[in-house]
C-alpha cells in the first residue's frame, strides 16, 4: 500500500508539472505567433511586397497545405514510437520555429531593394514552419494527450491559448508602436526576429515535459497497407464522416479571414497604429474566449463549442460586409478571435474523443489531411472573389458557409464524448 502511494503521488506530480510546463509552451509560441499575426500582420507584409489579392490568400492557403496535408503520413510513424518527445522537440524545434528567424534577415536584407524576391523567400519560409509543424502535430498531440487528463484537456487548451492571447495583447501594443516608427522593410523583420526569440522560449516548455510511454504501440506497417486501411475508418464511423463534412464547410466560411485587415486598410486608410490595435482585438477575443470555451467544453463537449464558434465566424463577415467604420472592424477582429480561440481549444481536442488511445495519431492525421485542400481552397477562391465581385461578396459567401456548418454542426453531428 505504501509503494502505490508513493506511485500515485509520483503520478500526481508529474500530471501537475506537465500541466505547467505545458501551458508555458503554448502560451508563448501563441505570443509568439500573435506578434506576426496571419490575420493582421502577414497580409500587411504581403501587400507591401506585391499588389496581387491572390497573393494575400496564399499566406493561409501555404500555412494550410503545409500543416494539414502531411499529418497523415507522419501518423503512421508517430504509432510506431513509444515516446513522442524526442521527435516533435526537433521537427518543433528547429523546423517549426527556425523559419521566423530566416523571415526576419530576409525582409532585412531584401524586402526594400528585391521585394518580388523576399515574397518568394518569406513563402518558402512560410511553407517550411508549416511543413513542421504539421509534421510534428500527430506526435505532439499524442503525448499532450498522455500527460492531460480528458476532463482538463479543455481547460488547458483554453488557459494555455487565453494567457498567450492577454499577453499578446500587450504585444499588439509594441506591434503598433514598431509598424508605425520604424522604417519599412525594418519594423517586420524586428517583428519576425521577436517572435522567434519568444517561440524559442516556448520550445523550453517542451522539452522539460515529462512523457510517460505510451501504454501499446502498433507494429510497424508498410505505408502503403497503412493508407489502404484508413477507408475501413470512415465507413464504419458514421458520426465521425458527419463531422468531417461539417468541419469541411465552416473551415470554407474562413476564406475572408486573410483580407479583413487589407480591405480594413484599403477603404478606412487604417495606419500602423490601427494594425497594432485590431491585432490586439484579435488576440483579446482569443484570450477570453479561450478560457470561457476550454471551461465549456470540459463541461458540455466540444462540440457545441465548434458549433457555436461557427456563428460567431459568421457574425465577423456580416460585421465586415457592414462596416461603414473602422469601429465595425473591431467587432469583426473580437469575433473572429472567438472563432479560432473555439478552434484552437477543440478542434483537435474532438478528435481524441472519436477514437482509442492507439489510433490517436491517425485520426488526428487523418482529420486534417482531409481538411487540408479545403483549407487550402478557401483562401484562394476569397482572393478569387475579392477580385471578380469585390469584398462585399466575399464577405457575404463566407457568412453562408459558416453559418451552414453551424447548423450541421449542431443538429446533424453527435457529441462523441457523451453518445459515442
Known amino acids: 500500500m505504501a509503494e502505490l502511494a508513493v506511485n500515485d503521488n509520483a503520478t500526481t506530480d508529474n500530471a501537475r508539472w506537465n500541466f505547467g510546463v505545458s501551458?508555458?509552451?503554448?502560451t508563448f509560441i501563441m505570443l509568439g505567433i500573435s506578434i506576426v499575426s496571419r490575420e493582421t500582420v502577414m497580409p500587411v507584409l504581403v501587400a507591401q511586397l506585391t499588389s496581387s489579392k491572390l497573393a494575400l490568400g496564399l499566406i493561409p492557403a501555404i500555412f494550410s497545405l503545409g500543416g494539414y496535408l502531411p499529418q497523415l503520413l507522419f501518423a503512421n510513424f508517430t504509432e510506431r514510437l513509444r515516446y513522442k518527445k524526442p521527435f516533435t522537440m526537433w521537427v518543433g524545434g528547429l523546423g517549426e520555429r527556425g523559419p521566423y528567424l530566416l523571415m526576419?534577415?530576409?525582409?532585412?536584407?531584401?524586402?526594400?531593394?528585391?521585394p518580388a524576391l523576399a515574397l518568394v523567400v518569406f513563402f518558402c519560409c512560410l511553407a517550411a514552419t508549416a511543413t513542421a509543424l504539421g509534421a510534428a502535430t500527430p506526435a505532439w498531440f499524442d503525448m499532450i494527450a498522455k500527460v492531460i487528463p480528458v476532463q482538463?484537456?479543455?481547460?488547458?487548451?483554453?488557459?494555455?491559448?487565453?494567457?498567450?492571447?492577454?499577453?499578446?495583447v500587450v504585444g499588439a501594443y509594441f506591434v503598433g508602436r514598431i509598424l508605425?516608427?520604424?522604417a519599412f522593410p525594418n519594423n517586420f523583420a524586428l517583428l519576425f526576429?521577436?517572435?522567434?526569440?519568444i517561440m524559442a522560449i516556448s520550445w523550453l516548455g517542451l522539452a522539460l515535459t515529462r512523457e510517460p510511454p505510451s501504454a501499446m504501440i502498433k507494429e510497424q506497417m508498410p505505408l502503403t497497407r497503412y493508407l489502404r486501411q484508413l477507408p475501413a475508418i470512415l465507413r464504419r464511423d458514421r458520426n465521425y464522416q458527419r463531422f468531417l463534412i461539417c468541419r469541411t464547410i465552416i473551415q470554407m466560411g474562413t476564406m475572408a479571414g486573410g483580407f479583413f485587415m487589407v480591405y480594413g486598410i484599403e477603404?478606412?486608410?487604417?495606419?500602423?497604429?490601427?494594425?497594432?490595435?485590431?491585432?490586439?482585438?484579435?488576440?483579446?477575443?482569443?484570450?477570453?474566449?479561450?478560457?470561457?470555451?476550454?471551461?465549456?467544453?470540459?463541461?458540455?463537449?466540444?462540440?457545441?463549442?465548434?458549433?457555436?464558434?461557427?456563428?460567431?465566424?459568421?457574425?465577423?463577415a456580416l460585421a465586415a460586409w457592414m462596416a461603414d467604420s473602422q469601429t465595425w472592424l473591431v467587432v469583426t477582429f473580437a469575433l473572429l478571435g472567438a472563432y479560432m480561440a473555439a478552434d484552437t481549444a477543440s478542434g483537435l481536442n474532438i478528435i481524441l474523443e472519436f477514437c482509442a488511445p492507439e489510433d490517436r495519431p491517425t485520426y488526428i492525421g487523418l482529420t486534417n489531411t482531409l481538411l487540408a485542400p479545403v483549407l487550402t481552397l478557401a483562401p484562394l477562391l476569397g482572393g478569387w472573389l475579392a477580385m471578380t465581385v469585390g469584398y462585399p461578396g466575399l464577405f457575404m459567401t463566407a457568412l453562408l458557409f459558416a453559418s451552414l456548418g453551424g447548423l450541421l454542426m449542431a443538429f446533424w453531428v453527435r457529441e462523441p464524448r457523451f453518445n459515442g
Not at 526576419?104 to 528585391?114: D, E, P
Not at 484537456?153 to 494567457?163: I, N, S
Not at 526576429?193 to 526569440?197: I, R
Open 267 to 316: 477603404r478606412f486608410q487604417i495606419d500602423g497604429a490601427g494594425v497594432g490595435l485590431l491585432t490586439a482585438v484579435l488576440v483579446a477575443g482569443q484570450a477570453v474566449m479561450g478560457l470561457i470555451w476550454g471551461v465549456l467544453a470540459d463541461r458540455f463537449g466540444h462540440k457545441r463549442v465548434l458549433a457555436t464558434a461557427a456563428f460567431a465566424l459568421a457574425l465577423a
Open 180 to 182: 508605425a516608427t520604424v
Open 193 to 197: 526576429g521577436l517572435a522567434f526569440a
Open 23 to 26: 501551458i508555458w509552451d503554448v
Open 104 to 114: 526576419a534577415l530576409t525582409i532585412w536584407w531584401l524586402a526594400g531593394s528585391a
Open 152 to 168: 482538463r484537456r479543455g481547460l488547458y487548451a483554453g488557459l494555455g491559448h487565453g494567457l498567450g492571447a492577454l499577453m499578446g
